[in-house]
């Protein structure tokens, strides 16, 4: 699991209002140009939600920022589709969604912080292959507010070469007024810090609904306020346990000549991760994670544990065998996120904790990628291999 060699673009999207809805959404970012005959390999995006800082309290706020980041996966699979831009197998275009809180300001060590969620002064010290704005009013402040951020970084030992495009949108009128905020589901079990958070699938040849989930997951956990590793590692971490189904349980699924093994899925899963939790970094690569694996009898002891380097958070990859992996062997363990469709399953996570005497997780639900009015479903899921979004 080295580090990756590549610089993806980044596209920075204009600032809207928190609460709009996807047409809005579609209406403001599109009609886009045909793409580039040369497309990058990675492509990440920057999306601004202003309702959120980086020491909030996450559970509060995860269905609105769920619902957005929701939204432009969504458009994402429409553009991809309307271009025939692939985004699974050979040649596809890597994109990944990062969260920004904008216009909040955290200007004391950016390279400290930890995605999937940043503050501009954080997302400037990224490696960037091409910068490319939107040229509205917004899109251009926002532009000009980062290349500024990246000059006054920089200014000592000089910028890594960037190239500023323009996506050249063909844009509507961007919207002034947002309307009332939407209310955010109620939390079960309590608002008390997520520290160790679950998630678990089969994760099958990553598509747009995994990267939607993981990055959901990674957001709910609330990591700030601990303090850097120390060398020895052993103080306290934020942890992110994600479940993979072993291949053995995969036997009689639907194609499974095709697949993927356990370690090709969690590595799959590992460099996503990697990619939207270590944008700002110091030096010319990322430092690769503390990586330990144990193989122990009985249920779920299959592990691989990665520390991230300066960050007192580990991310842990469980083989699971069942369907309930380590929530029902952990009682030390916050929350669950899960997608829409898998709801039932959370309900039974917890009645299984409460009949052991432990505390329910709190249940985090993201939406599932559907297919848009005028699409046919089945078509549109196939595309994107979302028939299978476990």
């Known amino acids: 699991m080295a580090p990756s060699e590549i610089k993806p673009d980044l596209l920075l999207l204009p600032p809207l209002p928190a609460n709009s809805p996807y047409l809005t959404i579609k209406r403001v970012y599109t009609p886009l140009p045909p793409p580039p005959s040369s497309l990058p390999a990675e492509l990440d995006i920057a999306l601004p939600l202003p309702h959120l800082t980086l020491d909030s309290n996450r559970a509060p706020l995860f269905t609105r920022t769920q619902r957005a980041l929701a939204n432009i996966y969504k458009l994402i699979a429409a553009v991809a589709a309307a271009h025939s831009i692939p985004l699974a197998g050979a040649n596809a275009l890597d994109v990944r969604v990062l969260i920004l809180a904008y216009p909040f300001t955290f200007p004391a060590w950016p390279y400290k912080q930890i995605g999937p969620t940043y503050s501009l002064e954080a997302l400037v010290l990224g490696r960037w292959g091409n910068l490319i704005a939107v040229p509205s009013p917004r ?52 608002d008390d810090p997520v520290r160790t958070v679950v998630v678990g699938g089969t994760f099958d040849h990553l598509h747009l609904g995994h990267k939607l989930l993981l990055t959901m997951t990674a957001f709910a956990l609330d990591s700030w306020g601990f303090d850097e590793l120390d060398l020895s590692g052993n103080n306290e971490k934020a942890r992110m346990v994600i479940g993979l189904t072993a291949a053995a349980q995969l036997a009689s699924k639907k194609y499974a000549e095709y697949l993927e093994p356990w370690d090709q899925r969690y590595r799959a899963v590992h460099g996503f991760l990697e990619a939207i939790l270590r944008v700002a970094y110091v030096g010319p ?94 078509a549109f899921e196939m595309r994107l291999g979302l028939e299978d979004h476990g």
């Open 285 to 378: 690569t990322r430092d690769q994670g503390r990586i330990s694996e144990t193989w122990d009898e009985g249920p779920n002891g299959h592990v691989v544990k990665v520390d991230i380097p300066r960050q007192c958070m580990r991310i842990e990859y469980v083989e699971i065998w069942d369907p309930f992996g380590p929530t029902i062997t952990e009682p030390e363990m916050d929350a669950l996120v899960l997608s829409a469709e898998t709801r039932a399953g959370g309900k039974m996570v917890n009645d299984k904790r409460v009949e052991k005497g432990w505390k329910p997780l709190k249940v985090l639900e993201v939406d599932v990628l559907d297919a848009e009015e005028g699409e046919g479903g089945g």
């Open 139 to 190: 899109g251009a402040a926002l532009r000009d507010e980062f290349l500024k951020l990246r000059d006054d970084w920089f200014k000592w030992e000089g910028a890594p070469k960037i190239k500023v495009i323009s996506a050249d949108t063909d844009e509507g009128p961007e919207p002034n007024e947002p309307g009332p905020e939407p209310a955010d589901e109620p939390v079960e079990a309590g």
